[in-house]
């Protein structure tokens, strides 16, 4: 079963920086759009960026944009989520998943699977 891996979580104060990451072994990830998610607790799982095949267009969450940066290194089968200037309210646990089409159609969950157990960010005051 296909199943993503995410990892890099952990414990941040207030403008600190985490690098998350997201693989699925067996998987080619460089042929699909990419999304990253986060689910707060109490809250609704949202899209926090999503990356298109190969080098392909990037969209963000009005929320992180500016703060957050997502990439991919091919050879590593890894999608990346670069997170700088880290506030409480990013406090959620992290996801990522595909559509499996190569171009991001915005940031909603419809269509996306391979969910894996994500990843827990919390982020101090």
């Known amino acids: 079963q296909v199943q993503f891996v995410e990892s890099g979580g952990g414990l941040a104060q207030t403008g600190g920086s985490l690098r998350l990451s997201c693989t699925v072994p067996?998987?080619?990830?460089?042929?699909?759009?990419i999304g990253w998610f986060r689910q707060a607790p109490g809250k609704e799982r949202e899209g926090v960026s999503c990356?298109?095949?190969?080098?392909?267009?990037?969209v963000y969450a009005t929320s992180v944009k500016g703060r957050f940066t997502t990439s991919r290194d091919t050879a590593k089968n890894t999608v990346y989520l670069q997170m700088n200037s880290l506030k409480p309210e990013d406090t959620a646990v992290y996801y990522c998943?595909?559509?499996?089409?190569?171009?991001?159609?915005?940031?909603?969950?419809?269509?996306?699977?391979?969910w894996g157990e994500g990843t827990l960010v919390t982020v101090s005051s």
């Open positions: 998943a595909t559509d499996t089409l190569s171009n991001c159609r915005g940031l909603g969950l419809h269509g996306m699977e391979f």
């Open positions: 067996g998987f080619t990830l460089d042929y699909y759009a």
């Open positions: 990356i298109s095949s190969g080098y392909g267009a990037i």
